[in-house]
């Protein structure tokens, strides 16, 4: 499975971009990039993911290198909502019939200062 | 929309106890998947289930089982509890489409609490 690098954390001022980096230089052809946060214990929360294209929709726009090995996503208009850890997340490749996993590595911690 | 229920939110045990958890996936998805998350941990898979079989299997002790039931809910069974056990312990759920699995989708967690 391809393994990802995020920054331990990073401060975004409310009403601001939020741009969140995620390295994964050893990402196979056929794996996607997820991304995921977890606002305080709650469940995690899916955001958006990604193949080779970037990616937007309603909560945030991905943006994938044209190598693959690193991405970024970004929060237009960052709220103290957004609080939270960040994951990025290369799905497993396909390994049977309707399942895989997700492994979370340490994400990042998202602080928006009023 | 609907979403991930798990029952209880929170659950207190006392060692060597037994705890199920339980969890009802989106409506019509055919994929649970468990997860474990400890306190300043990030998740861990546990196990999953496909149409009511297992198919993933990760860092998941013996004393744990798991199962899929014909209405897709899905139930964690923990025995001999220890102290090591107390997480918070996720559900998600996805439909498979085309061959490729879906996107997952996760409940708000149980809270174990072994003393």
């Known amino acids: 499975d391809a393994k990802t690098t995020q920054p331990t954390s990073m401060d975004c001022a409310e009403g601001r971009a939020a741009n969140l980096p995620c390295n994964h230089s050893?990402?196979?052809?056929?794996?996607?990039v997820y991304w995921y946060r977890q606002i305080h214990s709650q469940g995690p929360q899916y955001i958006i993911h990604?193949?080779?294209n970037n990616e937007t929709n309603e909560m945030a726009s991905l943006i994938i290198t044209e190598d693959r090995k690193s991405s970024t996503l970004i929060l237009p208009h960052a709220t103290l909502r957004d609080t939270a850890v960040y994951y990025c997340i290369v799905r497993v490749s396909y390994s049977g019939a309707g399942s895989y996993q997700l492994t979370f590595g340490k994400g990042t911690k998202l602080s928006v200062i009023p | 929309a609907a979403g991930v229920i798990q029952s209880p939110r929170h659950l207190i045990k006392e060692k060597r106890e037994t705890a199920t958890l339980k969890c009802y996936p989106i409506?019509?998805?055919?994929?649970v998947y468990w997860y474990q998350q400890g306190p300043g941990q990030d998740p861990q898979f546990l196990i999953s289930f496909y149409e009511k079989m297992q198919s993933d299997k990760g860092s998941i002790p013996d004393r744990f089982s798991a199962q899929q039931f014909s209405d897709y809910h899905s139930e964690l069974n923990m025995s001999s509890l220890e102290l090591g056990d107390s997480a918070l312990y996720f559900c998600?759920?996805?439909?498979?489409?085309?061959?490729?699995?879906?996107?997952?989708?996760f409940g708000p967690g149980t809270r174990l609490t072994v003393l």
């Open positions: 050893t990402i196979s052809g056929n794996e996607y």
């Open positions: 998600a759920s996805s439909l498979e489409r085309g061959g490729l699995p879906d996107t997952q989708y």
């Open positions: 409506p019509r998805h055919d994929t």
């Open positions: 990604g193949l080779k």
